[in-house]
C-alpha cells in the first residue's frame, strides 16, 4: 500500500528538501495551494488534495482539506478491523504523515494599523483541525508542526521506516501546545478589539527564550519565556554584546532598572540591587548621571546591575569598568566603550531599544493556584494632582528634588521613604513594616546629606511622626499622596517648622 504524506505550509522553511527525502522513501505526496505550486515548480510529484476529494477548494480557499476523505485517513485506527472495514467501503486512504504550518496570524496583527478583515482572513481553519486530527491519532500518525523536526523524522524514517511512537506522542504534544498558542492570540486579538478588560477565561501564551542554570537559588529550577507581542523594551528582548549567561536574578533586576529608568527624559543612570534602586542620577550627559548614580550609594552598587538611558561612551565606561558589576544595560555602547568593558570576561553588556510604547496592557503577577493581573503603574509626575499645602512653595531646586524622588520612590518596595537632592538619591528606604522605619533608613544613609533635601513618600503619613524625623535630619521638602483623614496635623508640624511640602493625590504601592 502507497504511504501517504499531506504537506501544507505557509513557512516553507525546509520544506522542499523535506519533501524530496518523502518522495524518495516512496510516499505521496498531497497538498494544496501555494504549497503545491511550490513543490511541483521544484520537481516534486504532487497528487492536489481535491484530486482525492472530488470536491474543489472553494469560498475563496477557506475550505480546502474539510472533508471526510482527508481527515478519515487522519483519524482511523489503522490496524482496527471495523474502521478498515468503513475506509474500505468510503474510499478512504489513510495518511501517515502531516506536515503543516498555519497562516500568519500573529505576523498579520504586529503589522501597524493593521485592518481587522485582514486579521480576520489569517486565522487558519483547515490546518490546525488537521494538526489536531493527526495529533490526536499519535499512535499512527507522525505529525510536523515545526521544521526543526524534518531531520529527526527523516533520520527514523530511514532507519526503521517509521517514526517511534515516543517520537509520535513528544510531536503531538508540540502539536497541541502549538495549536493552543495559536488560538491565544486570536483569542486574546478579539477580546482586545471588543474592548473586553477582564474576560472570563485568560489565556497567556509565552515562548521559551532560554533554560536557566537555576532559579532564585540553586536548588531550584528555572526558564525564562517572552511573550511573542512584547515590546522591544525589555529584558526578554534584549541583545547581549558580552558576559555569561543571565541569571534568574539578573533577570528580575534588570527588569527593575529599566522600569526605573524609562521614567527619565535626560540622562539618567540606576543602580539596582534585590530589585530595589541603591542609586540613581540625573546630568547634562550620561557620565554625569552615572557619577550622581554611583555617588548616591559607593558601597551598595557593588555586584549590582545599572541602566542607562543614553549610549555608554568611553568616559562613562571608565568609570563602570573600575566598580564589579553583574549587568550594564544601555541603548548602545560606543566601540570604545565595549573595548574597555569587555576586558572583564564575566560582565554582561545588554543592549536595549529605549522605544518605550510598551505594548503590555496589564501586568500579571502569580500566586499559588492564581494570577493577579493589573495596569502598569504609569502615573509619574507629570500625571499627578500636584498641590502645594504649606504656606511655603519649593524652590526650583526642590522642586527638582521632589520630582526625582518622586520618579524613584514608586519602584521601591513599600513602605518606600527616598531622600534625594535635584541630582541624585541619597537614600532609601525600602520594604520596612513601618513608615517611621523605611524614612529612618533612608535619613541615616542620606546623613549630613539630608540637610536642604527632599523626601518622597510612597504613600500618605496617617501621623507626623515621619515628618517630624525627616524635620529632625534637615529635609526642608516632602512629596507624598496626602489623603489622610489626619494630612492637617502633618501640614501642621512642616508649617511649623518653616518646610514645603506637596501631595499628588496618587499611591505607589509597590509589594
Given at each position: 500500500?502507497?504511504?501517504?504524506?499531506?504537506?501544507?505550509?505557509?513557512?516553507?522553511?525546509?520544506?522542499l528538501?523535506?519533501?524530496?527525502?518523502?518522495?524518495?522513501?516512496?510516499?505521496?505526496?498531497?497538498?494544496?495551494?501555494?504549497?503545491k505550486k511550490h513543490?511541483?515548480e521544484?520537481g516534486?510529484?504532487?497528487?492536489?488534495?481535491?484530486e482525492?476529494?472530488?470536491?474543489?477548494?472553494?469560498?475563496?480557499?477557506?475550505?480546502?482539506?474539510?472533508?471526510?476523505?482527508?481527515?478519515?485517513?487522519?483519524?482511523?485506527?489503522f490496524?482496527?478491523?471495523?474502521?478498515?472495514a468503513?475506509?474500505?467501503?468510503?474510499?478512504?486512504?489513510?495518511?501517515e504523515?502531516?506536515?503543516?504550518?498555519?497562516?500568519?496570524?500573529?505576523?498579520?496583527?504586529?503589522?501597524?494599523?493593521?485592518?481587522?478583515?485582514?486579521?480576520?482572513?489569517?486565522?487558519?481553519?483547515?490546518?490546525?483541525?488537521?494538526?489536531?486530527?493527526?495529533?490526536k491519532?499519535?499512535?499512527?500518525?507522525?505529525?510536523?508542526?515545526?521544521?526543526?523536526?524534518?531531520?529527526?523524522?527523516?533520520?527514523?524514517?530511514?532507519?526503521?521506516?517509521?517514526?517511534?511512537l515516543?517520537?509520535?506522542?513528544?510531536?503531538?504534544?508540540?502539536?497541541?501546545?502549538?495549536?493552543?498558542?495559536?488560538?491565544?492570540?486570536?483569542?486574546?486579538?478579539?477580546?482586545?478589539?471588543?474592548?473586553?478588560?477582564?474576560?472570563?477565561?485568560?489565556?497567556?501564551t509565552?515562548?521559551?527564550?532560554?533554560?536557566?542554570?537555576?532559579?532564585?537559588?540553586?536548588?531550584?529550577?528555572?526558564?525564562?519565556y517572552?511573550?511573542?507581542l512584547?515590546?522591544?523594551?525589555?529584558v526578554?528582548?534584549?541583545e547581549?554584546?558580552?558576559g555569561?549567561?543571565?541569571?534568574?536574578?539578573?533577570?528580575?533586576?534588570?527588569?527593575?532598572?529599566?522600569?526605573i529608568?524609562?521614567?527619565?527624559?535626560?540622562?539618567?543612570a540606576?543602580?539596582?540591587?534585590?530589585?530595589?534602586?541603591?542609586?540613581?542620577?540625573?546630568?547634562?550627559?550620561?557620565?554625569?548621571?552615572?557619577?550622581?548614580?554611583?555617588?548616591?550609594?559607593?558601597?551598595?552598587?557593588f555586584?549590582?546591575?545599572?541602566?542607562?538611558?543614553?549610549?555608554?561612551?568611553?568616559?562613562?565606561?571608565?568609570?563602570l569598568?573600575?566598580?564589579f558589576?553583574?549587568?550594564?544595560?544601555?541603548?548602545s555602547?560606543?566601540?570604545?566603550a565595549?573595548?574597555?568593558?569587555?576586558?572583564?570576561?564575566?560582565?554582561?553588556?545588554?543592549?536595549?531599544?529605549?522605544?518605550?510604547?510598551?505594548?503590555?496592557?496589564f501586568?500579571?503577577?502569580?500566586?499559588?493556584?492564581?494570577?493577579?493581573?493589573?495596569?502598569?503603574?504609569?502615573?509619574?509626575?507629570?500625571?499627578?494632582?500636584?498641590?502645594?499645602?504649606?504656606?511655603?512653595?519649593?524652590?526650583?531646586?526642590?522642586?527638582?528634588?521632589?520630582?526625582?524622588?518622586?520618579?524613584?520612590?514608586?519602584?521601591?518596595k513599600?513602605?518606600?521613604?527616598?531622600?534625594?537632592d535635584?541630582k541624585?538619591?541619597l537614600?532609601?528606604?525600602?520594604?520596612?513594616m513601618?513608615?517611621?522605619?523605611?524614612?529612618?533608613?533612608?535619613?541615616?544613609q542620606?546623613?549630613?546629606?539630608?540637610?536642604?533635601?527632599?523626601?518622597?513618600?510612597d504613600?500618605?503619613?496617617?501621623?507626623?511622626?515621619?515628618?517630624?524625623?525627616?524635620i529632625?535630619?534637615?529635609?526642608?521638602?516632602?512629596?507624598?499622596?496626602?489623603?489622610?483623614?489626619?494630612d492637617q496635623?502633618?501640614?501642621?508640624?512642616?508649617?511649623?517648622?518653616?518646610?514645603?511640602?506637596?501631595?499628588?493625590?496618587?499611591?505607589?504601592?509597590?509589594?
Amino acid at each position: 500500500m502507497t504511504k501517504r504524506a499531506l504537506i501544507s505550509v505557509s513557512d516553507k522553511t525546509g520544506i522542499l528538501e523535506f519533501a524530496k527525502e518523502l518522495e524518495t522513501l516512496g510516499y505521496e505526496i498531497l497538498s494544496t495551494g501555494g504549497t503545491k505550486k511550490h513543490l511541483q515548480e521544484n520537481g516534486v510529484a504532487v497528487t492536489a488534495v481535491d484530486e482525492v476529494t472530488n470536491f474543489p477548494e472553494i469560498l475563496g480557499g477557506r475550505v480546502k482539506t474539510l472533508n471526510p476523505l482527508i481527515h478519515g485517513g487522519l483519524l482511523a485506527k489503522f490496524d482496527d478491523p471495523e474502521h478498515q472495514a468503513q475506509m474500505d467501503e468510503h474510499g478512504i486512504a489513510p495518511i501517515e504523515i502531516v506536515c503543516v504550518n498555519l497562516y500568519p496570524f500573529v505576523e498579520t496583527i504586529s503589522k501597524p494599523n493593521v485592518e481587522f478583515a485582514d486579521a480576520i482572513e489569517n486565522i487558519d481553519i483547515g490546518g490546525p483541525t488537521m494538526l489536531r486530527s493527526a495529533a490526536k491519532n499519535q499512535k499512527y500518525v507522525s505529525v510536523i508542526v515545526d521544521a526543526t523536526d524534518y531531520p529527526a523524522v527523516l533520520a527514523e524514517l530511514k532507519a526503521d521506516g517509521q517514526t517511534t511512537l515516543e517520537t509520535r506522542r513528544r510531536l503531538a504534544a508540540k502539536v497541541f501546545r502549538h495549536t493552543a498558542a495559536y488560538d491565544s492570540y486570536i483569542s486574546n486579538y478579539l477580546t482586545d478589539y471588543v474592548g473586553e478588560e477582564f474576560p472570563d477565561q485568560l489565556t497567556l501564551t509565552y515562548e521559551l527564550k532560554q533554560t536557566l542554570r537555576y532559579g532564585e537559588n540553586p536548588h531550584q529550577k528555572a526558564a525564562f519565556y517572552q511573550k511573542r507581542l512584547a515590546s522591544d523594551f525589555s529584558v526578554a528582548y534584549a541583545e547581549q554584546l558580552h558576559g555569561k549567561e543571565l541569571s534568574y536574578n539578573n533577570i528580575q533586576d534588570a527588569n527593575a532598572a529599566l522600569q526605573i529608568v524609562k521614567e527619565f527624559t535626560q540622562p539618567a543612570a540606576v543602580a539596582v540591587k534585590h530589585m530595589n534602586p541603591c542609586g540613581v542620577g540625573v546630568g547634562e550627559t550620561i557620565a554625569e548621571a552615572f557619577n550622581e548614580a554611583y555617588e548616591a550609594d559607593s558601597t551598595s552598587i557593588f555586584g549590582g546591575i545599572v541602566a542607562l538611558n543614553r549610549e555608554v561612551d568611553a568616559q562613562t565606561a571608565e568609570k563602570l569598568a573600575g566598580i564589579f558589576l553583574e549587568i550594564i544595560i544601555a541603548p548602545s555602547f560606543s566601540q570604545e566603550a565595549i573595548e574597555k568593558l569587555t576586558v572583564k570576561k564575566n560582565i554582561r553588556l545588554l543592549t536595549i531599544s529605549f522605544d518605550q510604547n510598551t505594548k503590555d496592557k496589564f501586568n500579571t503577577v502569580s500566586v499559588e493556584g492564581g494570577l493577579l493581573v493589573q495596569e502598569p503603574d504609569r502615573n509619574g509626575f507629570d500625571e499627578a494632582d500636584i498641590q502645594v499645602v504649606t504656606d511655603r512653595e519649593p524652590t526650583e531646586a526642590e522642586w527638582a528634588a521632589l520630582k526625582l524622588g518622586w520618579s524613584v520612590v514608586k519602584h521601591v518596595k513599600s513602605n518606600a521613604i527616598v531622600v534625594t537632592d535635584d541630582k541624585m538619591t541619597l537614600g532609601v528606604g525600602a520594604g520596612q513594616m513601618n513608615r517611621v522605619g523605611s524614612a529612618k533608613i533612608a535619613l541615616e544613609q542620606a546623613g549630613e546629606k539630608a540637610k536642604g533635601a527632599a523626601l518622597a513618600s510612597d504613600a500618605f503619613f496617617p501621623m507626623p511622626d515621619t515628618v517630624e524625623e525627616a524635620i529632625k535630619a534637615g529635609i526642608t521638602a516632602i512629596i507624598h499622596p496626602g489623603g489622610s483623614k489626619r494630612d492637617q496635623d502633618s501640614i501642621d508640624v512642616a508649617n511649623a517648622a518653616g518646610i514645603t511640602m506637596v501631595t499628588t493625590g496618587v499611591r505607589h504601592f509597590k509589594h
